[in-house]
């Protein structure tokens, strides 16, 4: 794995940088990739999440999934569900992800998107990490490949000249 460990590292002062890089990122995203968005509350994951479902071409409300756990869009070619772990605590963890009745959404034909993906349990590794963070001049993305199809993605993002410094 660690010949994938390739990053990308940049700027976004404004929520405008954030959304354009998920856009950015939307022309790699291919089916089977688990991406995890890491980050503390307000870092920038669902708008992350939002500038992704925009660059596929989803025009409707992108809400963060934290009291329904996870929310399903079909959009262009594949299915996505996007994950917030937030709300789930020790008592409340299951196992496996079998016990909570999301196995089936991790299959090669859908794209998962995972925040807090540190509160669940038995997650399939990230293809991409994407770190959020924030800093004096607004967030700071740091993305890393972790398998082939996140280095594909990654390779495309790099590729793309628009996207914040």
């Not at 870092?43 to 992350?48: E, H, N, R």
């Not at 034909?109 to 770190?131: F, G, M, R, T, Y």
Request: net charge positive; hydrophobic share 40%.
């Amino acid at each position: 794995m660690a010949e994938y460990r390739t990053e990308l590292r940049r700027a976004l002062p404004a929520e405008s940088d954030t959304l354009s890089l998920g856009r950015a990122l939307a022309a790699g995203i291919a089916p089977g990739l688990v991406i995890y968005l890491i980050g503390e509350l307000g870092a920038g994951k669902t708008t992350l999440a939002r500038g992704l479902l925009r660059g596929l071409g989803y025009s409707g409300k992108v809400k963060s999934p934290t009291y329904t756990l996870v929310e399903v869009y079909e959009v262009s070619r594949l299915y996505l569900y996007h994950f917030d772990f937030y709300r789930i605590t020790g008592s409340q963890k299951p196992q496996e992800l079998g016990d909570a009745g999301l196995r089936e959404y991790f299959n090669p034909q859908s794209v998962c998107l995972v925040e807090w993906p540190d509160k669940a349990a038995a997650l399939p590794a990230a293809d991409l990490s994407v770190v959020l963070e924030t800093v004096s001049s607004g967030r700071q993305a740091t993305i890393f490949a972790n398998s082939e199809a996140g280095a594909q993605c990654l390779k495309s993002l790099k590729a793309k000249p628009q996207i914040p410094p």
